[in-house]
């Protein structure tokens, strides 16, 4: 049995998602490609084929809201019954965010994931326009996969300046400004071990004090609301953006008007 392609689907079947299973039944009246989702004696609700612009996704029943993946489908359909009223409290998050005349959204590209060293610090104004953009000298090895998804070789940073040579104009471009990154923990976690490698624990505290933080992957994924059973949460959704630090931030802004725009469907 294919998930890819619905007409090879059967009337009966079941699949699992995040650990649990999900029973698809389609209705004695119809042979299209629609099914009744249940778990257990728990009706989840309908799933219907969607071919629309040539590519197969799934349609959720009674709504406009479409999936390209069936996993991710199944996932909306399990979304707790509080889903709404979260979604539009992250709407509001993001409206008063983009009201704030001083949002900066930054994005560093690093050496690898576990305690990196920035290659490149960008931040851009929250109408993308670049305040601050450089590649740094990370004075230490690049991991091989880093470099495939950001691109970003030891000859390409070589001669750049390092972080502590940057530091007044980063401190310039993000002094008392509201600051958004997506996955705030590492990006932020970046900056304080190149400002405590540069001066001291205390002073990269302070300087981080500086600004106003946020974190939009938690709230972007309540609001594309794909809950997880396994976890007991809503799934972490990629950013989507090019791996450039600069492009990130406009994509990040993009992430946070869709947010704000509480009537657009989180699908698709």
Known sequence: MTLTDPSLLEDLFTHEVDGRSAQFVRPADTDLPNWGVYEGSDFLGMLY????????????GQSHERHDVLD?????????????RERAQVSDWARRLLADESLTAVDVETTGLNEPWA??????????????????????????????????????????????ELLPSLTTALRGR???????????????????????AQAAARWL?????????????VWK???????????????????TAVE???????????????DRPPGG
């Not at 991710?72 to 709404?84: E, G, I, Q, T, Y």
């Not at 450089?134 to 750049?160: F, G, L, M, W």
């Not at 600051?179 to 490698?197: H, I, M, T």
Request: aromatic residues 8%.
């Open 49 to 60: 084929s969607d071919q629309s612009g040539g590519v197969t996704g799934w349609r959720l």
């Open 178 to 200: 509201t600051c958004v990154a997506y996955n705030l923990p590492f990006d932020k976690g970046c900056l304080e071990r190149e400002l405590e490698r540069h001066s001291s």
């Open 209 to 221: 004090g500086g600004c106003r933080w946020h974190d939009a992957m938690e709230p972007y994924a």
């Open 119 to 164: 290659v490149q610090i960008a931040a851009t104004d929250k109408s993308g326009t670049v305040l601050f953009d450089s590649y740094v000298n990370p004075q230490a090895r690049i991991e091989p996969d880093a470099i495939a998804v950001h691109k970003i070789t030891p000859e390409k940073v070589a001669d750049a300046p390092t972080f502590g």
């Open 72 to 84: 991710d489908a199944v996932r909306a359909l399990r979304r707790p019954r509080s889903w709404p």
């Open 248 to 262: 990130d931030c406009r994509f990040l802004l993009a992430r946070v008007r869709d947010m704000a725009s509480s």
């Open 225 to 243: 609301g794909l809950w997880s059973v396994k976890r007991g949460r809503y799934r972490a959704q990629k950013l989507g953006g090019p791996h």
